[in-house]
C-alpha cells in the first residue's frame, strides 16, 4: 500500500542487509549536496583538547592552580577551538564503558526479525531503526539507531528497552545514571567557566530535565566516499555525552570551516555544547561582558557542526546520551537581558528538537531558522 502524502516513504532495505550482503548504496543514500564540503575519511585530527573533569567534583582536592588549568581548556575548547572537548577523569569505570558497548554490540548482531521487536513506530522518535524520514528530499544515513528515553525514568518505554542481552537495562540504566552525575559536574564547570553563579544552568535544566540515550550503528559501506553515517548537523540538546567506539574513527568536526577527525581515546567522553544551550548563552555571553574577556574575544560558546562517516571494514558503534530541557518550556534568550543595546538574536522557541531535527535532515542549519 502506497503510503500517504504526509509520511514520506522509509527506507525499505536495511543498512545492515546491504552492509552484509556487500551492495552498493541506492540512490537515495547517495550525498550530492556538498553545502557544508565533501566527504573525506582521513581530514587532519582536531584540536580537542582532553579535560580532567575530576578537579571539577567536589569531593576533589586538587590544587586551585589544576581547576584554572582545565577551566581554561574548557573556555577555549568550548568557544573557538570547535565547541568540543575529550573527558577523562570522569569518574565512570572502565568496565562499565565496555560493558554498555558490549550490550551494544550484542543487541545490534541479533537477527532483525528480534531487533524489529523494539521497532521505531512511524513518526516516533524512540526505539529501533533508521531516521524518521521528514522530507521527500531527505538523504538516508548508512546508520541504525537504538533511541531511548533514561531520564526522568517514569518517562521511560520499557517495551522498547531490548530483553536480549538479558543485561541491557541494568547496564543502562547504571550508564545512564552515571553520565547524568558527570552532567551536573559538567554543568557546574561551564557555569564557573562563564564566571556565572554555579546552578545556572541545573536550575534553567530543571529537577525534570529529559535524558535521551541513543545507540548508533554504522555497519561497513562499500562506498564511504558517497555516504554519510550521520549528515552534518549541530545536536537539539543542551549538552551531548559520547561515548565513542573503542577502536573506530568516524566523527569529524567542523573548525574554522574545515573538518577535522575526532580522534579515539577508548575510556573518554567526547563532550560537546547543543544548540539550546547557545541559545541561552548567547544572552548571557552579552550580558556577562565584563567577566568574559577571553570569551569574547572568541566568540561565544558553541553548538559545533559535526558528521559521522563510515568506512569498507568495520562497524562502528557510539553511544551519545543527549541532555536537554523539558520540551514543553519555551525556550530562548533571557528577557531580562535583552534591550537596544542588547537585540535578541534568537526568537523564542518550544519544542526545540522538533524545529532541529526536520532542519538538518533537509540539510539546513537549524539555529539559522530561529534566528530574529
Ligand atoms: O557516532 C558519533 O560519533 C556521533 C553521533 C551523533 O552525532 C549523534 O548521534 O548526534
Ligand atoms: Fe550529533
Known amino acids: 500500500m502506497a503510503e500517504p502524502d504526509h509520511h514520506p516513504a522509509e ?4 543498512v545492515d542487509d546491504m552492509s552484509i550482503k556487500g551492495e552498493e548504496p541506492p540512490p537515495e543514500y547517495i550525498v550530492k549536496d556538498t553545502k557544508f564540503g565533501s566527504i573525506e575519511s582521513s581530514p587532519p585530527l582536531g584540536p580537542f583538547p582532553v579535560v580532567d573533569v575530576s578537579v571539577f567534583s567536589e569531593s576533589s582536592s586538587s590544587s586551585n592552580q589544576d581547576l584554572e588549568q582545565e577551566l581554561a581548556k574548557l573556555r577555549s575548547s568550548l568557544s573557538s577551538a570547535g565547541g568540543c572537548f575529550q573527558a577523562i577523569g570522569h569518574g565512570i569505570s572502565n568496565s562499565l564503558l565496555d560493558k554498555i558497548r558490549e550490550v551494544a554490540i550484542e543487541f545490534f548482531s541479533l537477527p532483525m526479525e528480534e ?6 513506530a512511524v513518526n516516533e522518535a524512540q526505539g529501533y531503526g533508521s531516521d524518521r524520514v521528514v522530507s521527500e528530499k531527505q538523504v538516508l544515513d548508512w546508520s541504525h539507531r537504538l533511541s531511548l528515553r533514561v531520564f526522568p525514568d517514569d518517562k521511560r518505554r520499557l517495551n522498547l528497552w531490548p530483553q536480549i542481552p538479558q543485561d541491557f537495562s541494568e547496564i543502562l540504566n547504571e550508564y545512564a545514571t552515571k553520565i547524568k552525575i558527570v552532567t551536573e559536574i559538567l554543568f557546574k564547570a561551564i557555569a564557573k567557566s562563564l564566571n556565572l553563579e554555579e546552578n545556572s544552568f541545573l ?3 530543571g529537577e525534570r530535565s529529559l535524558m535521551q540515550t541513543r545507540f548508533n550503528f554504522y555497519p561497513p559501506c562499500l562506498r564511504p566516499d558517497l555516504v554519510h553515517g550521520v549528515k552534518p548537523h549541530t545536536d537539539r540538546s543542551g549538552i551531548t555525552i559520547l561515548l565513542q567506539d573503542k577502536e573506530v574513527e568516524g566523527l569529524q568536526i567542523v573548525v ?5 577527525r575526532v580522534p579515539v581515546i577508548p575510556h573518554a567522553l567526547v563532550v560537546n555544547l547543543g544548540d539550546q544551550m547557545q541559545v541561552y548563552l548567547c544572552a548571557i555571553a552579552i550580558f556577562v561582558t565584563w567577566c568574559l574577556i577571553n570569551i569574547m574575544s572568541n566568540g561565544i560558546y558553541r553548538s559545533p557542526m559535526h558528521r559521522v562517516v563510515t568506512n569498507t571494514k568495520k562497524l562502528r558503534i557510539s ?9 514543553d518550556n519555551e525556550i530562548g534568550p533571557v528577557e531580562r537581558l535583552i534591550d537596544e543595546q542588547r537585540p535578541r538574536v534568537y526568537r523564542n522557541v518550544k519544542n526545540y528538537g522538533v524545529i532541529n ?3 538538518y535532515q533537509k540539510g539546513l542549519v537549524a539555529l539559522e531558522t530561529v534566528q530574529v
Open 319 to 327: 553511544v551519545a546520551s543527549f541532555i536537554e530541557p523539558d520540551p
Open 256 to 260: 574554522d570551516g574545515k573538518w577535522y
Open 357 to 359: 531535527y526536520e532542519c
Open 203 to 205: 536550575n534553567q535544566f
Open 11 to 14: 527506507p525499505n532495505k536495511s
Open 115 to 120: 531487533k524489529q521487536k523494539y521497532a521505531r
